[in-house]
Every structure is written in structure tokens, then in C-alpha cells.
């Protein structure tokens, strides 16, 4: 009799599987990338079967080296690559080392069964014990727990640096004004520092998000079994505490079929993408003829191959495209499992890819995001020349005659004709006679043109969170140091 079946469930059957199916079925060809989850999650089993009697001291010890070797068979592979072709770039042979992986271990199933075939090369038949007490489906819950952990934890990272390079850009043009815009029309002046700290406050929003997703999931399945609990009297927190999770999940049937981490994770960085689109659509907009806003760094575009003018906006475009692949994530994440009954289904193996595309393509984002931030060049003698025009001063203007005692409704309609008294006439407000305007209104005076300056209009809105001057410069500071104090895992 064999030491091992070929399979870890296969004692009750008679005929073997389909070759296709059997394939076609197989998950190692992309949970693979789980081997550091599910070594740490095995040596956690370990020590807890080991404390309820079931491993000696020293087969707990050869368990545990024997775990540590198989931790290491992707870096074995890719310095075996390296050696070969000369890549010496784990990430640019990360394909290849998957490849090598995947073909190295034709028989396993998936990645639990993988682990189980590589410790048993390590060490023999001691390799079936670690088994006992659970099953694959608290292994997986417990990999992919420990999986989005990691991936949220450099999301964070990668969150944190982008935002700091906002604000760094921001502090650079700490006096640079723009038009602001709504319903894509010219509005009021605002400050460049108040725009970007605008994505900056959205850019917390999910970074909140992101903590509170790695603080609801940070549980651990691992002594759940199948579905109705270990079947041995296992000391739950000695995996818990290993891992670094919180405490044991309280009810096993939910900790073998809930996804709801995954669904955190995944719909705070559908909102993260929607994020970084909103930006991304901006500055495709402002880099353009028409605005000539923003200069963008040709690092970081790429040109035509029939017109040997165009610098195009690659960076910023795909960063927009890849918002849609993050919410189509989500968007089938949600679809996989809305229908699901308790406990595990294997139709859970599918979000799997979903969460490793998700976790790729945010690594990929802030990749590039920062040193792209760093290298903006804003345009702000163009930038201060569109606010300065088109009446822009329009809302400064009513205040002040509100505040000389005109009730807003009316000093609103004032304002409104002269607007169109500036447009027959093809002048600006600060450019009107003021005995044009007296006919207007007797709240005019002679001081109202010192109420409409460019100055003048930006701290009109001296109010929390508004774009006075001095009111961005506070802004400006208590964010560096509100983001500054940050922490990944906090």
C-alpha cells in the first residue's frame, strides 16, 4: 500500500477522474502563489496539534524545517532562472517561476495537496500527520485570510507614499491658483494645494477603509474543520496567536464559507480605483491643447507611431482603465458568492484569481503612481490666467454686496446683470465702470474692486476646509502630518 494516495480524498472512490476534467478542476495553476499562507498556516497547525499530544517534540521541530524548506521553493526556482537566462529580477521571472512551480508538481491537485507532497519529500510519512484535526476548507479560508492581509498591508504602503507625493506636489505650488470647475464649467478660483488635498481626503477615506476591512477579517479559521469544528480537543488561540490574528473565528460554518474579507477588500479598492480614475480623467483633461494645464512628464507617456507630434497620456489613461478591471473584480467576487448555502462550495475557488488580480493590479498602480506624482509639472501662469477670466470673481462679488446689506437673493440677481453688462461690453467685473455698476445698484463703491481681486476672491472663503489662503496652508500642514503618522497595519 501506497504511503500516500495520489489524492487526499480518494479512499472512497473506484474509478479515477477524467483526465480533462481532472485539469480542468485543478487550482495549484494559480493558487500557487499561496505557498508562504499556507506554510505559516501549517506550521500554526502544527505547534496546536503538537500541544494536544499529537506530535512530539522533535517531530514538531522536523515538521517545522520541513515546512521552512518547502517556504523556499519559489526562491529556488527563480535563482535556478536566474543561473539560466541571467534575470537576476525576481518580479521580471515571476511568470517563469510559476511555470517551473506548476510543472514540477504535475500530481498536486492544489495548493493544500501541494504542500503535503513537497513536506512529505522533506520528511517521509510524518508529513501525513499534519493533517489531523482540519480540513482544506478552514486551510483555504485561513491562506486567503492571511493572503488579503498582506495584499491590504501593501496597499497601505503604497497608499500612504502616493499621498505624501500629493502633498509634496502641493507644497511646491503652495501659492498657484487654477479654475475650479463645476459641471466642467469655470466656477470659482481655487488654489492648486486645494485640489490635490481634495484627492488626498478621498485618499484617506480609503485607507479607513482598508484598516477597517483588515480589522473585521482578522480572524482565524484554523481549527473550524470541514465545517462542524475540529474533531480534536485543539487549543484554537495557539494558531491564532501565531498568525497574528486577533482571536479564533467564533462559528465554524461561517469561518469556512465566509468571504466577506474578500469582499471588503475588493469593494474598498473598486472605490480606491475610482479614486485614482477621477484623478487620472483630470489631468488627461488639463495635459491637453485645449486646457494646457499640465505638462506631463515624458517619462511617463509614450508617442504615436504615425504622428511625430503627440505625446500621449499613457500613464494616466491606463491608470483609468485599470479602475474597470478593479471594479469587475468586485463586481464578480459578489456575483460568485451571492448565492451561495453554507459552508464551503467549491464554487469559492474562483475568487481566488479575482482577489490575486486585484492584489496585482494595486501593487502595479502604486508602482508607478508616486514618481509619477513627483515629476508633474503644472502650467500656472496659464492656470492663473483661466481663473482671472470669465467672471470667476462672480460669487466674491454678491458677498460683498451681501455683506454691505443686500440680502444674497438679490445682490445674486445684481451680480447676474452685471455679468451680462460685462459681456456686451466685453469686460471683466474688475473692469466695469463703477457708474455702470451704481446704475445697477447704490451698494456699489469705490472699494468693491479690492473685494474682487484674484487675492481677494480665494479668502472671501475663510472658512474650515475652504480655500483661503491661509486656510490651505493649515490644511497643507495637517495633513503631511496626519499622513505622515500613518502606519500600514494600523
Same mark, same amino acid.
Given at each position: 500500500?501506497?504511503?500516500? !494516495?495520489? #489524492?487526499?480524498?480518494?479512499?472512497?472512490?473506484?474509478?479515477?477522474?477524467?483526465?480533462?476534467?481532472?485539469?480542468?478542476?485543478?487550482?495549484? !495553476?494559480?493558487?500557487?502563489?499561496?505557498? !508562504?499562507?499556507?506554510?505559516?498556516?501549517?506550521?500554526?497547525?502544527?505547534?496546536?496539534?503538537?500541544?494536544?499530544?499529537?506530535?512530539?517534540?522533535?517531530?514538531?521541530?522536523?515538521?517545522?524545517?520541513?515546512?521552512?524548506?518547502?517556504?523556499?521553493?519559489?526562491?529556488?526556482?527563480?535563482?535556478?532562472?536566474?543561473?539560466?537566462?541571467?534575470?537576476?529580477?525576481?518580479?521580471?521571472?515571476?511568470?517563469?517561476?510559476?511555470?517551473?512551480?506548476?510543472?514540477?508538481? !504535475?500530481?498536486?491537485?492544489?495548493?493544500?495537496?501541494?504542500?503535503?507532497?513537497?513536506?512529505?519529500?522533506?520528511?517521509?510519512?510524518?508529513?501525513?500527520?499534519?493533517?489531523?484535526?482540519?480540513?482544506?476548507?478552514?486551510?483555504?479560508?485561513?491562506?486567503?485570510?492571511?493572503?488579503?492581509?498582506?495584499?491590504? +498591508?501593501?496597499?497601505?504602503? @503604497?497608499?500612504?507614499?502616493?499621498?505624501?507625493?500629493?502633498? $509634496?506636489?502641493?507644497?511646491?505650488?503652495?501659492?498657484?491658483?487654477?479654475?475650479?470647475?463645476?459641471?466642467?464649467?469655470?466656477?470659482?478660483?481655487?488654489?492648486?494645494?486645494?485640489?490635490?488635498? $481634495?484627492?488626498?481626503?478621498?485618499?484617506?477615506?480609503?485607507?479607513?477603509?482598508?484598516?477597517?476591512?483588515?480589522?473585521?477579517?482578522?480572524?482565524?479559521?484554523?481549527?473550524?474543520?470541514?465545517?462542524?469544528?475540529?474533531?480534536?480537543?485543539?487549543?484554537?488561540?495557539?494558531?491564532?496567536?501565531?498568525?497574528?490574528?486577533?482571536?479564533?473565528?467564533?462559528?465554524?460554518?461561517?469561518?469556512?464559507?465566509?468571504?466577506?474579507?474578500?469582499? +471588503?477588500?475588493?469593494?474598498?479598492?473598486?472605490?480606491?480605483?475610482?479614486?485614482?480614475?477621477?484623478?487620472?480623467?483630470?489631468?488627461?483633461?488639463?495635459?491637453?491643447?485645449?486646457? @494646457?494645464?499640465?505638462?506631463?512628464?515624458? $517619462?511617463?507617456?509614450?508617442?504615436?507611431?504615425?504622428?511625430?507630434?503627440?505625446?500621449?497620456?499613457?500613464?494616466?489613461?491606463?491608470?483609468?482603465?485599470?479602475?474597470?478591471?478593479?471594479?469587475?473584480?468586485?463586481?464578480?467576487?459578489?456575483?460568485?458568492?451571492?448565492? =451561495?448555502?453554507?459552508?464551503?462550495?467549491? +464554487? =469559492?475557488?474562483?475568487?481566488?484569481?479575482?482577489?490575486?488580480?486585484?492584489?496585482?493590479?494595486?501593487?502595479?498602480?502604486?508602482?508607478?503612481?508616486?514618481?509619477?506624482?513627483?515629476?508633474?509639472?503644472?502650467?500656472?501662469?496659464?492656470?492663473?490666467?483661466?481663473?482671472?477670466?470669465?467672471?470667476?470673481?462672480?460669487? $466674491?462679488?454678491?458677498?460683498?454686496?451681501?455683506?454691505?446689506?443686500?440680502?444674497?437673493?438679490?445682490?445674486?440677481?445684481?451680480?447676474?446683470?452685471?455679468?451680462?453688462?460685462?459681456?456686451?461690453?466685453?469686460?471683466?467685473?474688475?473692469?466695469?465702470?463703477?457708474?455702470?455698476?451704481?446704475?445697477?445698484?447704490?451698494?456699489?463703491?469705490?472699494?468693491?474692486? +479690492?473685494?474682487?481681486?484674484?487675492?481677494?476672491?480665494?479668502?472671501?472663503?475663510?472658512?474650515?476646509?475652504?480655500?483661503?489662503?491661509?486656510?490651505?496652508?493649515?490644511?497643507?500642514?495637517?495633513? #503631511?502630518?496626519?499622513?505622515?503618522?500613518?502606519?500600514?497595519?494600523?
Amino acid at each position: 500500500m501506497s504511503s500516500q !494516495p495520489t #489524492k487526499m480524498w480518494s479512499g472512497r472512490f473506484r474509478e479515477p477522474l477524467d483526465r480533462t476534467f481532472e485539469q480542468w478542476q485543478r487550482s495549484f !495553476p494559480f493558487d500557487w502563489r499561496l505557498i !508562504p499562507q499556507e506554510v505559516a498556516a501549517s506550521k500554526a497547525h502544527a505547534q496546536t496539534i503538537a500541544a494536544a499530544g499529537i506530535l512530539t517534540p522533535d517531530e514538531l521541530e522536523k515538521m517545522l524545517t520541513g515546512l521552512d524548506a518547502v517556504a523556499q521553493r519559489p526562491l529556488n526556482w527563480a535563482h535556478r532562472i536566474s543561473a539560466t537566462s541571467g534575470q537576476v529580477d525576481y518580479e521580471t521571472s515571476n511568470s517563469q517561476v510559476a511555470s517551473a512551480i506548476v510543472a514540477s508538481a !504535475p500530481q498536486a491537485e492544489d495548493i493544500h495537496h501541494y504542500v503535503e507532497l513537497e513536506l512529505t519529500r522533506e520528511v517521509g510519512t510524518l508529513a501525513l500527520k499534519l493533517h489531523t484535526g482540519r480540513s482544506r476548507n478552514e486551510q483555504i479560508a485561513t491562506d486567503m485570510r492571511l493572503f488579503v492581509r498582506d495584499a491590504i +498591508d501593501a496597499t497601505l504602503s @503604497g497608499l500612504r507614499e502616493w499621498m505624501l507625493a500629493l502633498i $509634496a506636489l502641493a507644497e511646491a505650488n503652495s501659492d498657484a491658483v487654477m479654475p475650479g470647475y463645476t459641471h466642467l464649467q469655470r466656477a470659482e478660483p481655487v488654489l492648486i494645494p486645494h485640489w490635490l488635498l $481634495a484627492y488626498v481626503s478621498m485618499l484617506e477615506r480609503d485607507f479607513s477603509r482598508f484598516v477597517d476591512a483588515r480589522n473585521r477579517m482578522n480572524f482565524c479559521p484554523l481549527g473550524s474543520g470541514a465545517i462542524a469544528g475540529a474533531t480534536l480537543a485543539l487549543d484554537r488561540s495557539i494558531a491564532a496567536k501565531a498568525l497574528g490574528f486577533t482571536a479564533p473565528t467564533p462559528n465554524s460554518m461561517d469561518a469556512t464559507s465566509d468571504r466577506d474579507f474578500m469582499l +471588503d477588500f475588493a469593494q474598498a479598492a473598486s472605490t480606491l480605483g475610482i479614486h485614482i480614475s477621477r484623478f487620472s480623467e483630470e489631468l488627461t483633461l488639463y495635459a491637453t491643447a485645449e486646457f @494646457g494645464f499640465v505638462d506631463l512628464p515624458e $517619462a511617463f507617456s509614450t508617442g504615436s507611431s504615425a504622428m511625430p507630434q503627440k505625446k500621449n497620456p499613457d500613464l494616466t489613461e491606463l491608470t483609468r482603465g485599470k479602475s474597470a478591471r478593479l471594479l469587475g473584480s468586485a463586481t464578480a467576487l459578489a456575483t460568485l458568492v451571492k448565492g =451561495l448555502p453554507l459552508a464551503y462550495n467549491k +464554487d =469559492l475557488q474562483e475568487g481566488q484569481e479575482q482577489i490575486f488580480d486585484i492584489a496585482d493590479t494595486l501593487a502595479g498602480l502604486f508602482s508607478v503612481l508616486p514618481n509619477f506624482t513627483h515629476k508633474l509639472t503644472f502650467r500656472t501662469a496659464r492656470m492663473q490666467q483661466a481663473a482671472e477670466s470669465g467672471y470667476l470673481n462672480a460669487m $466674491a462679488a454678491a458677498t460683498y454686496l451681501s455683506n454691505k446689506g443686500l440680502p444674497f437673493r438679490k445682490a445674486h440677481e445684481v451680480i447676474g446683470n452685471a455679468v451680462r453688462l460685462g459681456l456686451d461690453k466685453g469686460l471683466e467685473l474688475n473692469a466695469l465702470p463703477i457708474a455702470d455698476l451704481r446704475e445697477l445698484s447704490d451698494y456699489f463703491a469705490a472699494d468693491f474692486f +479690492d473685494a474682487i481681486t484674484l487675492k481677494a476672491t480665494l479668502d472671501c472663503h475663510d472658512v474650515t476646509g475652504g480655500t483661503a489662503t491661509h486656510r490651505v496652508a493649515e490644511a497643507l500642514t495637517t495633513a #503631511k502630518t496626519r499622513v505622515q503618522s500613518l502606519q500600514p497595519s494600523s
